[in-house]
């Protein structure tokens, strides 16, 4: 399965615009890009997902590389709710393993009031 | 609708006990999945089921079983509780998309689960 790999770590200020950065240089042609987010005590929430182009909604925006070697969240506004550990996974949309999310340990993003 | 729902929210267990971590979604969903978080750690897949009568391993099986008798509940069992079992147990659910899995998983409260 192709990893991903993330900062352990990073800080924003409130109402800044947070980009998150996911490597994943062994992505394959059928893998989706998967953000989920863990908030303190609770489980982990869908963000957003991506196959080759950028996409937004609501929660946030997922810019695709070229390459799709790597990917990156963006938050437009961080309030202090956005605290919480982020997930990029990839997803395979065909075969018997497409089901499966693998998590890593995410990024823990920090803001500051 | 409820959502996810998984019971009880805590529990401790004696080495050697064992236990049915409920879950149970009220939409309908075709795929549930349990997965395990130890502390510092991502998620990882325990077991899931495609529909029901139909479950598979994932990543880490040993000392769990599951079934899946009705499309709502899907049951995890803890045979023989250890102490490497400490952990918070999460379980999801998604519908099915156009080509598989849909891209949304639902994930419950989770279980938090000690054995001494």
């Known amino acids: 399965d192709a990893k991903t790999t993330q900062p352990n770590s990073m800080e924003s200020n409130e109402e800044e615009p947070v980009h998150l950065p996911c490597n994943h240089s062994?992505?394959?042609?059928?893998?989706?890009i998967h953000w989920y987010r863990q908030l303190p005590s609770q489980g982990p929430e869908y963000v957003i997902h991506?196959?080759?182009s950028n996409v937004n909604n609501r929660m946030a925006s997922l810019a695709i590389a070229e390459d799709r070697k790597s990917s990156t969240l963006i938050l437009h506004r961080a309030t202090l709710r956005d605290a919480a550990v982020y997930y990029c996974?990839?997803?395979?949309?065909?075969?018997?393993?497409?089901?499966?999310?693998?998590f890593g340990k995410g990024t823990l993003l920090t803001v500051n009031p | 609708n409820a959502g996810v729902t998984q019971t009880p929210k805590f529990q401790v267990l004696k080495t050697g006990q064992s236990m049915t971590l409920q879950c149970a979604q009220d939409?309908?969903?075709?795929?549930m999945s349990w997965y395990r978080q130890d502390p510092g750690m991502g998620l990882r897949l325990i077991h899931y089921?495609?529909?029901?009568?139909?479950?598979d391993q994932g990543e880490v099986p040993n000392g769990y079983n599951v079934s899946r008798s009705t499309t709502e509940d899907f049951p995890l069992r803890l045979l023989s509780a250890a102490p490497s079992q400490t952990s918070v147990y999460f379980c999801?659910?998604?519908?099915?998309?156009?080509?598989?899995?849909?891209?949304?998983?639902?994930f419950g409260p989770g279980t938090r689960l000690t054995v001494t």
């Open positions: 062994t992505i394959s042609g059928t893998d989706y």
């Open positions: 939409m309908n969903h075709e795929y």
């Open positions: 996974i990839l997803r395979r949309s065909s075969g018997g393993s497409n089901y499966k999310l693998t």
């Open positions: 991506g196959l080759t």
């Open positions: 999801a659910s998604s519908y099915r998309g156009q080509t598989g899995p849909a891209y949304e998983q639902y």
């Open positions: 089921s495609v529909g029901a009568g139909i479950t």
